[in-house]
């Protein structure tokens, strides 16, 4: 099956209300993770690559390796550049066959984040792709807690996808990256407010964390991408820290030490695509 984009992919979750999950890959173990798990649920996913992942496996490395394994899936795959900050960046992404991208300019004032995002969106656009925006300050993992008076203003938000032509709008409600120190509160009128306002996608970031209800409360009312990668990259070590513990100290081959951690990766998953409800969509 073809790699999609946002376009087609978010577009069917937002008229069937299903969510899809936008999942971190690190290196190749985790990518053939995703994608074999995807298939066995029947889900299309998001193959999600940021910075930190990039710098460490090689930036176009990762992503041919990805979209190699997206190319040949069963299910529906995008392989996605996540929170670029910088035109290069999105453009390289570009250049090494991303099939949707984000520009990040949620940390500039509002008229210069709708300057980026518009050119960054001719640059998409121009190569067949979709993109995501985003408007609002998020928490941050080892940073503050979400702010009120950081979250997406609903007005702002009409503003900025009519005038920036983007697929997908990140929004902040409360949410946070990484894991919430307390537990988390979302702002669901506002999430409607901004539902009324906006008819394209509604992408939620942060999802690690946030209680099940509240996931699909936030897909009843128009999310339909969730990125989930501290809960993904936990499960993993959590597996590997286990196969480890058992195997003792005389184990010698690598190959026996991970399957244990892609299976404890693997559950995560299948329990995120069915709380996503994007099991069977495929």
Not at 98 to 123: F, Y
């Amino acid at each position: 099956m073809p790699l999609t984009t946002f376009h087609k992919l978010l577009n069917d979750a937002k008229d069937r209300k299903y969510a899809v999950g936008s999942f971190n890959a690190w290196d190749m173990l985790s990518a053939r993770n995703i994608i074999a798990t995807a298939e066995a649920m029947r889900s299309p996913v998001i193959i999600s690559l940021w910075k930190t992942e990039l710098d460490f496996a090689g930036e176009k490395e990762l992503f041919e390796l990805c979209i190699s394994y997206g190319r040949s899936a069963r299910v529906p795959v995008i392989v996605f550049l996540d929170h670029a900050q910088e035109l290069e960046d999105l453009k390289r992404a570009i250049s090494f066959g991303a099939t949707s991208v984000m520009i990040d300019g949620s940390h500039l004032p509002i008229q210069k984040n709708i300057a980026l995002t518009s050119r960054a969106a001719e640059i998409a656009h121009h190569a067949g792709i979709s993109i995501e925006g985003e408007l609002g300050i998020l928490g941050e993992e080892e940073g503050s807690e979400p702010q009120e008076d950081g979250f997406t203003d609903v007005l702002q938000a009409e503003r900025f996808v009519r005038e920036t032509g983007i697929d997908a709008l990140a929004v902040a409600i409360g949410n946070a990256h990484g894991y919430y120190r307390k537990a988390p509160n979302l702002d669901f009128a506002r999430l409607e407010s901004i539902r009324v306002r906006v008819n394209i996608p509604l992408v939620l970031h942060g999802g690690s964390g946030i209680p099940d209800r509240d996931l699909q409360r936030a897909i009843d009312m128009g999310i339909t991408k969730v990125n989930i990668g501290a809960e993904g990259r936990t499960a993993f070590v959590a597996g590997l820290r286990k196969a480890l513990s058992d195997m003792g100290e005389n184990e010698r081959w690598p190959h026996r030490i991970f399957p244990g951690a892609l299976e404890s990766h693997a559950a995560l998953l299948r329990e995120r695509m069915v709380c996503l409800r994007s099991d069977g969509k495929a």
